[in-house]
């Protein structure tokens, strides 16, 4: 069954004294009590060497406040309370009055990982309406996290849902949603198409907002989650004479400019400040630097076949165009 747990979560600001000489800055500390449901599976207890899963929920709107009994009425922590096994930990914080900041949930992801024996290859994340939104909010600030997400009956912001261009995600809505519009998912899932085609999304035709009660007594849902683990890169084995095709100088978006070489069957990058690194393939056209990083460097090639630039996904995305031969 659940155990409750509070905990404080401690977040650094920096606030800005704005004096008519000079600006100073102070490090203030806001500390916030997070109350959260904990679910340990079966066996947690009996073998201290295990690390495993966890999945964090998001509630709705309507389960916001300071009485954890109101997140039992939907979702994972019902099924909990009617008896149904999961082979999770489950943790279920509760959001107050101005709903979920991305901020508190990372850091309470960064205290349950520390107190609980979590696999940290395995971390998934869902939540329903507000908590839909929550769960597409916090998995594109730190997608580095999540091994999956399932979000329902949602939406948020598309700016930069580029950085789930490697995150398996399978969403769910409503077609006959008022509350939250399906065309809000549609956004989120035409933008993420772009860049991972593989993202699922199921609509239920007849369902209003309450998508929820369908998709999570849905046990094929949990057994795909726990076929996700976090991505990583794999080097490919790729001919070493395309390499030479990507050799040249690149110029970026802020007039920087990259090199570009071949050397021993290697790809290599070299930036302004003289900075180098091998780039190694994780296909023909996408390359990668470290294998668990966040950055990764896609070709792009004409109708001919003749390479025109490339893609940089790190905190930013930016595009480099080749520059002609001098």
Not at 38 to 50: A, I, N, R
């Amino acid at each position: 069954m659940f155990k409750i747990v509070r905990i404080i979560i401690s977040c650094y600001l920096m606030s800005a004294i704005h004096l008519q000489v000079r600006a100073q800055q102070t490090h203030e500390k806001m500390v916030r009590l997070v109350n959260y449901l904990l679910y340990l599976p079966d066996g947690y207890q009996q073998d201290s060497s295990k690390s495993w899963p966890l999945m964090i929920f998001l509630h709705g709107s309507g389960e916001r406040g300071n009485d954890l009994e109101k997140i039992k009425v939907h979702g994972p922590p019902k099924l909990i309370e009617q008896g149904k096994k999961f082979p999770f930990i489950v943790v279920s914080p509760q959001a107050d009055q101005g709903g979920w900041d991305a901020r508190e949930l990372y850091n309470l992801l960064q205290e349950c990982k520390h107190a609980y024996r979590v696999d940290p290859d395995r971390v998934y994340l869902t939540g329903l309406s507000m908590g839909g939104f929550g769960t597409w909010d916090l998995a594109i600030k730190h997608p580095e996290e999540f091994a999956a997400i399932v979000p329902i009956c949602g939406g948020g912001d598309t700016a930069e849902i580029w950085k789930l261009r490697n995150m398996p995600v399978w969403c769910f809505h409503g077609a006959k949603d008022s509350s939250v519009p399906i065309a809000m998912e549609q956004k989120m899932i035409r933008a993420l198409q772009n860049y991972n085609p593989s993202v699922r999304f199921t609509v239920y035709p007849e369902a209003g907002h309450d998508s929820w009660t369908a998709t999570y007594n849905n046990d094929s849902l949990y057994q795909w989650l726990l076929l996700q683990k976090k991505f990583r890169y794999e080097q490919a084995a790729i001919n070493p004479s395309l390499l030479k095709e990507y050799a040249g100088n690149y110029a970026g978006p802020e007039n920087d400019t990259v090199v570009i070489r071949v050397d021993n069957n290697k790809l290599f990058a070299t930036t302004r400040n003289n900075r180098s690194f091998e780039l190694k393939p994780a296909s023909s056209t996408v390359f990668f630097i470290e294998q668990k990083g966040p950055v990764d460097i896609q070709f792009s090639k004409d109708a001919k076949g003749k390479v025109t630039g490339f893609i940089v996904y790190e905190n930013k995305r930016m595009e480099y165009k080749r520059l002609k031969n001098r």
